[in-house]
C-alpha cells in the first residue's frame, strides 16, 4: 500500500467534513440574520390563522421555481407542528396567472388541493399542458377523476372570483414582488435566493416560527 494512498485515506474524512459545510448555508452555523436571510416588516400584518402562527407561501403554479420548490414544501408540510398553519396564497403577475389562481381555488374548493397541486406543477413544467385554458383544465381534471361539470361551475362562481381578489389584496398588503415568497406571522419575509437554495427554506422557516412563537408568548 503506497504512501499517496494512506495520505488520501486519511484526508478523506476531513475533506467530506469540509464539503459539507461548505454545502450548507452559511446561516446553517448559526440563527438567521436579520436584513440578509429575512427581512421583519415595517408594518406587521394581521394573520388569519387565530391563536396559530401563519405562515403564508406565495406561489404560482405558473413558476418554475415554485414547482422546484413543491416536493421540499410537501416533505416539510408533513412535520408541520399544531401550532402552525401553511396558507398559500397564489399571485397575479400575468393574465396567465390569473387563470391558474383559479385552478387552485378551484380544487381547494372542492378539497382536491394537496392531492392534485403536485400533478398541477408536474402538467405544467413537464408536460407542456396549458392549464391557464379553462377548457384544457377542466378536461384535465376530469381525468384525475374529477366530475368536469362541477369543475366547471366551481372554477366560473362568484366565490372563486372572489377569493382571487382577495389574493391580490393580500399580495399587494406584503408588497410581493417575486415568488416563491413566505411570510411567517405576518411580520418575517424571506425567500429560496435569500437562504441560499429551496432546499434550505423549510429550516429557515422553522427558524423564523420559532421567534414568531417567542414573541408571542411575550406579548
Known amino acids: 500500500m503506497s504512501s499517496t494512498y494512506l495520505l488520501i485515506s486519511r484526508l478523506l474524512p476531513f475533506v467530506a467534513a469540509a464539503l459539507t459545510v461548505f454545502a450548507s448555508p452559511a446561516w446553517a452555523q448559526g440563527d438567521l440574520q436579520e436584513g440578509k436571510q429575512y ?95 379553462d377548457k384544457i383544465f377542466f378536461d384535465w381534471a376530469a381525468t384525475k377523476g374529477l366530475d368536469r361539470k362541477k369543475v366547471e361551475d366551481m372554477y366560473n362562481s362568484f366565490g372563486i372570483a372572489g377569493k382571487v381578489n382577495r389574493a391580490k389584496s393580500v399580495g399587494g398588503a406584503y408588497n410581493v414582488q417575486s415568488v416563491p415568497y413566505v411570510i411567517v406571522d405576518g411580520k418575517f419575509a424571506t425567500a429560496s435566493d435569500r437562504v441560499g437554495t429551496h432546499a434550505a427554506l423549510p429550516a429557515a422557516i422553522d427558524s423564523l416560527i420559532a421567534k414568531a412563537r417567542t414573541e408571542r408568548t411575550k406579548h
Open 39 to 133: 427581512v421583519r416588516l415595517k408594518i406587521a400584518q394581521p394573520v388569519e390563522t387565530g391563536n396559530k402562527i401563519e405562515v403564508i407561501e406565495f406561489f404560482s403554479y405558473g413558476c418554475p421555481h415554485c414547482a422546484d420548490l413543491e416536493p421540499i414544501l410537501g416533505t416539510w408540510l408533513k412535520t408541520l407542528p399544531p401550532d402552525v398553519q401553511l396558507r398559500r396564497v397564489p399571485v397575479l403577475f400575468q393574465d396567465r396567472w390569473i387563470a391558474l389562481a383559479k385552478v387552485y381555488f378551484t380544487l381547494d374548493a372542492l378539497g382536491e388541493e394537496a392531492r392534485l397541486t403536485p400533478d398541477v406543477f408536474a402538467a405544467i413544467h413537464k408536460q407542456g399542458v396549458n392549464l391557464a385554458s
